[in-house]
């Protein structure tokens, strides 16, 4: 049973030994990335290739539709172990353009379990639906939604109380708001970095629809 899987991790182990060969013992010793990836499930989407790091590097949460809804504890307990354990400096949630979670959560049909996760999506499309309904091509409109649906991901992260008390005792945390193209590899900075209080404020007055 799944050999070929098995016959690439010796390859791959075996790669990477050659190109360092202290590499799994350093790995083994402690983990120290400075960044959080908050990203999608989706398998097109592999953190650490999209941004070039190695394992250790990179701390990864993922989930359907990239989202940090405050009532999860899955996701609550990834972002407090990565502020005040890890002490990441940067948080980046990270959406893509193509998202089967987007278009899932606004063509109207019932899939199960996975609607109720899907929700805020939807609260996100009303809130921003004349600025939506004017975009006439489909594609267009869910992309725009996804960007959408990161920036309110991005102020759910800094409004969540683990950073504000980090921000708080002085510590450096950053929450970056990006969107992957799978049709370029390339990610889009949506400019909504938040850094402090103050600047969540400017991103609540901006994210206003």
Same mark, same amino acid.
């Given at each position: 049973?799944?050999?070929?899987?098995?016959?690439?991790?010796?390859?791959?182990?075996?790669?990477?030994?050659? /190109?360092?060969?202290?590499?799994?013992?350093?790995?083994? @010793?402690?983990?120290?990335?400075?960044?959080?990836?908050?990203?999608?499930?989706?398998?097109?989407?592999? %953190? !650490?290739?999209?941004?070039?790091?190695?394992?250790?590097?990179?701390?990864?949460?993922?989930?359907?539709?990239?989202? /940090?809804?405050?009532?999860?504890?899955?996701?609550? $307990?990834?972002?407090?172990?990565?502020?005040?354990?890890?002490?990441?400096?940067?948080?980046?949630?990270? &959406?893509?353009? @193509?998202?089967?979670?987007?278009? %899932?959560?606004?063509?109207?049909?019932?899939?199960?379990?996975?609607?109720?996760?899907?929700?805020?999506?939807?609260?996100?499309?009303?809130?921003?639906?004349?600025?939506?309904?004017?975009?006439?091509?489909?594609?267009?409109?869910?992309?725009?939604?996804?960007?959408? !649906?990161?920036?309110?991901?991005?102020?759910?992260?800094? $409004?969540?109380?683990?950073?504000?008390?980090?921000?708080?005792? @002085?510590?450096?945390?950053?929450?970056?708001?990006?969107?992957? $193209?799978?049709?370029? &590899?390339?990610?889009?900075?949506? @400019?909504?970095?938040?850094?402090?209080?103050?600047?969540?404020?400017?991103?609540?007055?901006? %994210?206003?629809?």
């Amino acid at each position: 049973m799944l050999d070929d899987l098995k016959a690439n991790n010796r390859a791959w182990a075996a790669r990477k030994t050659a /190109a360092d060969p202290g590499f799994f013992k350093r790995l083994e @010793g402690q983990q120290a990335p400075e960044y959080l990836w908050i990203g999608c499930s989706d398998s097109r989407v592999p %953190a !650490n290739e999209i941004v070039d790091l190695d394992p250790g590097e990179l701390f990864v949460h993922r989930n359907v539709a990239n989202l /940090a809804p405050p009532q999860d504890a899955n996701y609550l $307990s990834v972002l407090q172990f990565a502020i005040d354990v890890i002490k990441v400096k940067h948080v980046m949630v990270v &959406g893509h353009y @193509g998202c089967g979670g987007i278009a %899932a959560a606004v063509d109207g049909k019932r899939r199960g379990l996975v609607d109720h996760w899907l929700h805020p999506i939807r609260e996100v499309c009303h809130e921003h639906r004349h600025e939506l309904e004017a975009i006439p091509e489909e594609r267009d409109r869910l992309d725009r939604l996804c960007e959408l !649906n990161v920036i309110r991901q991005v102020r759910n992260v800094a $409004s969540d109380v683990f950073v504000q008390d980090a921000w708080a005792r @002085g510590q450096q945390v950053c929450v970056h708001g990006w969107v992957y $193209s799978l049709a370029t &590899g390339l990610v889009n900075d949506l @400019g909504v970095t938040v850094g402090g209080p103050d600047e969540l404020d400017r991103l609540e007055t901006r %994210a206003e629809p």
